[in-house]
């Protein structure tokens, strides 16, 4: 997710779940090419399994910024065919690409023959007036073509006359059967479904139909929903982690971080869910916006806003 699943908030998350699969935020093919590949690409070892997410449309490009995504250790690339903002319209990728499924199509074999991670795509149910099944099926059938394995479907249409980026996540309707109905037709490939899942038993009914579920907004709020899935889903004995332990895991990455030049809000920002749902979550939210943002903060804050969380519940 822009701005959000930065490599900062991909280390946090990670503490809470050994093995789902985080995505980066949609980097456009062209910035991989041209700009500075370490800041758009570096990522801890510790974050894997983690999937680069591609936005583009020229075939070549794509293939070169896979192979390049590739040799930063990404496990997986993903091309958006999803996101419908108005930047991303005129630069043609995102959404509007449901329209060109061949397109589609050659991009992912371009990338395919680039290289040997799984090449996924991620798409909506329709475009605008295309919002039959019929046409979501004829897609997935191009890509599915082309040797893209793994489809995740964000079960809404985009609208990209007249609805921001934000009311395309929020105003049309969630199908979650046309992410079924792709799973019935195309059974040998694997679809994940996205899309407004918050819950533990939102998400154990749509294992019934699909192979899995991408988490957007939810993950990041609440990240104590991962290990309540982890659990959901593995026989392990895996626990979920308390605040205590992660805090004193971000503040060792913190340390090493500033010292590298990053600022300290750079990471806090994304360790606001800490506390989602326990008594304290306002105070550590207050002590850590507040804290990082005053001359001369360092990783102790983190501390600090802990012990406030924890005597201010
Ligand atoms: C701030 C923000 C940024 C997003 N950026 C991306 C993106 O870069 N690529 C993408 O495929 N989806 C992006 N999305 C959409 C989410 O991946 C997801 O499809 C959508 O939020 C619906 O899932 P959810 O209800 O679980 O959040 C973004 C969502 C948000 C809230």
């Known amino acids: 997710m822009m701005d959000w699943t930065d490599r900062h908030c991909r280390y946090f998350l990670r503490q809470f779940s050994p093995r789902v699969l985080l995505y980066t935020e ?29 936005g583009g449309s020229d075939p070549e490009q794509l293939a070169r910024a896979a192979a390049i ?21 005129s630069a043609t990728f995102g959404a509007c690409l449901m329209a060109q499924p061949r397109l589609v199509g050659d991009c992912v074999r371009s990338m395919r023959d680039a290289v040997r991670v799984p090449v996924t795509v991620k798409c909506r ?29 964000h079960a809404r249409k985009a609208v990209l006359k007249g609805l921001s980026p934000k009311e395309n996540r929020d105003v049309p309707p969630l199908i979650y059967e046309r992410a079924w109905w792709v799973k019935r037709d195309f059974p040998s490939l694997t679809v994940i479904v996205n899309g407004g899942l918050r819950t533990v038993p939102q998400v154990a009914e749509q294992l019934g139909y699909v192979d899995g579920v991408m988490l957007g907004r939810e993950a990041y709020h609440n990240p104590y929903l991962l290990p309540a899935l982890h659990r959901a889903v593995h ?37 606001m869910g800490l506390f989602a749902g326990r008594a304290g979550a306002r105070a550590w939210r207050r002590a850590l916006s507040e804290g990082a943002s005053r001359p001369g903060a360092g990783p102790a804050l983190m501390d600090a806003a802990l012990s406030a969380a924890i005597r201010f519940p």
Do not use: W
Request: glycine residues 6%; contains cysteine.
């Open 26 to 54: 949609m980097i456009v093919a062209n910035a991989v090419l041209r700009g500075d590949r370490e800041r758009l690409l570096a990522c801890d070892p510790a974050e894997h399994p983690v999937a680069l997410q591609l």
């Open 69 to 89: 995504g590739v040799s930063f250790g990404y496990d997986e690339i993903n091309l958006n065919v999803g996101c419908p903002s108005d930047r991303v319209q």
């Open 125 to 153: 149910i329709g475009i605008d007036e295309h919002d039959d099944y019929g046409f979501l099926h004829a897609f997935v059938s191009e890509v599915a073509a082309a040797g893209c394995a793994t489809v995740i479907v």
């Open 235 to 271: 026989a392990d004995d895996f626990q979920t982690p308390d605040p205590a332990s992660i805090t004193q895991s971000m503040r060792i990455y913190a340390e090493r971080e500033m010292k590298a030049g990053t600022p300290l809000r750079a990471i806090t920002r994304h360790m």
